[in-house]
Nanobody, 124 residues
Framework: QVQVVESGGGLVQLGGSLRLSCAAS????????MGWYRQPPGKQRELVAV???????NYSDSVKGRFTISKFNSAKTVHLQMNNLKPEDTGVYYC??????????????????WGQGTQVTVSP
């Protein structure tokens, strides 16, 4: 089992900054990627940013240049620095951890785990 805990959400004004943190614990030795997704009010969950154990990153076009996801090491902690926040960044932010589907050594383990979510609200 893997436990995923997020922290750092809150209320901020237009143009402000927030830093989200995610910590994965338990049986985490096989974790390949850690990432952030968000669910705006009334909309579906969407990718924000993801980083792999090799350091490769992928960002949503809407956050490129404003958000930065940190690398993670054996401690399996990742941060999301969010700058120049906009009202459209409002939503519940979820941390996601996954194994590598192409690595069959770990295929017996669950593919992914999610945190409980943390609210980010950006006021105009």
């Amino acid at each position: 089992q893997v436990q995923v805990v997020e922290s750092g959400g809150g209320l901020v004004q237009l143009g402000g900054s927030l830093r989200l943190s995610c910590a994965a614990s338990g049986n985490v030795f096989y974790i390949y990627s850690m990432g952030w997704y968000r669910q705006p009010p009334g909309k579906q969950r969407e990718l924000v940013a993801v980083v792999t154990s090799g350091g490769s990153t992928n960002y949503s076009d809407s956050v490129k240049g404003r958000f930065t996801i940190s690398k993670f090491n054996s401690a399996k902690t990742v941060h999301l620095q969010m700058n120049n926040l906009k009202p459209e960044d409002t939503g519940v932010y979820y941390c996601n951890v996954r194994r590598d589907p192409a690595d069959f050594r770990y295929s017996e383990y669950d593919y992914e785990y999610w945190g409980q979510g943390t609210q980010v609200t950006v006021s105009p």
